[in-house]
T-cell receptor
Framework: GNSVTQMEGPVTLSEEAFLTINCTYTATGYPSLFWYVQYPGEGLQLLLK?????DKGSNKGFEATYRKETTSFHLEKGSVQVSDSAVYFC?????????????FGAGTRLFVKA | EAGVTQFPSHSVIEKGQTVTLRCDPISGHDNLYWYRRVMGKEIKFLLHFVKESKQDESGMPNNRFLAERTGGTYSTLKVQPAELEDSGVYFCASSQIQGGGYTFGSGTRLTVV
């Protein structure tokens, strides 16, 4: 079945460092891909999305490109801030079942030190 | 607009008891989803409502879980009787269209002792 695999955390970076969180997926069709973020004490928020191959999603300085050839959707940010500390979830939207349920990775916790 | 609201935010119950979680989606969102995250693992799909109808309940773990969405507005998820392995964070999400991403609630942290 469809699945999402993302790098295990925690990831600890210093402020202004470059961030990459790897995400790969397995899907039979052409899913949409998402990154969600969960800040401490809050619910999940949609960070960015891409709906087809070669699309780049971007938001708040974060970017991810839908790479069909490598089945990847890695999250990047050029310069992280302390406020980016959170858990990041890669996800895909699976049209199976007619409901577009979302399949999530296990999450990667990011700590950014001042 | 108001977001997705879930309550309670935390619940601690004993094994064998019953717990009911509630979710109020964003007004006008026909699609309502329940997910849960157990022990820091991946977030797993439980079920999907379109208005008051269950579109997909393939993720419901067993018949101790019962979800309803009477009138197509708020939804409840009842666990009866609760077991230790039911502990986790239960998330509700809603969307206006399917496949475009959701708005999530803050979740209900359920602890069964």
């Amino acid at each position: 079945g469809n699945s999402v695999t993302q790098m295990e955390g925690p990831v600890t970076l210093s402020e202004e460092a470059f961030l990459t969180i790897n995400c790969t997926y397995t899907a039979t069709g052409y899913p949409s891909l998402f990154w969600y973020v969960q800040y401490p004490g809050e619910g999940l928020q949609l960070l960015l999305k891409a709906t087809k191959a070669d699309d780049k999603g971007s938001n708040k300085g974060f970017e991810a490109t839908y790479r069909k050839e490598t089945t990847s959707f890695h999250l990047e940010k050029g310069s992280v801030q302390v406020s980016d500390s959170a858990v990041y979830f890669c996800a895909l939207s699976d049209p199976g079942g007619g409901g577009f349920k979302t399949i999530f990775g296990a999450g990667t916790r990011l700590f950014v030190k001042a | 607009e108001a977001g997705v609201t879930q309550f309670p935010s935390h619940s601690v119950i004993e094994k064998g008891q019953t717990v009911t979680l509630r979710c109020d989606p964003i007004s006008g969102h026909d699609n309502l989803y329940w997910y849960r995250r157990v022990m820091g693992k991946e977030i797993k799909f439980l079920l999907h409502f379109v208005k008051e109808s269950k579109q997909d309940e393939s993720g419901m773990p067993n018949n101790r879980f019962l979800a309803e969405r009477t009138g197509g507005t708020y939804s409840t998820l009842k666990v009866q009787p609760a077991e230790l392995e039911d502990s986790g964070v239960y998330f509700c999400a809603s969307s206006q269209i399917q496949g475009g991403g959701y708005t999530f609630g803050s979740g209900t942290r359920l602890t069964v002792v």
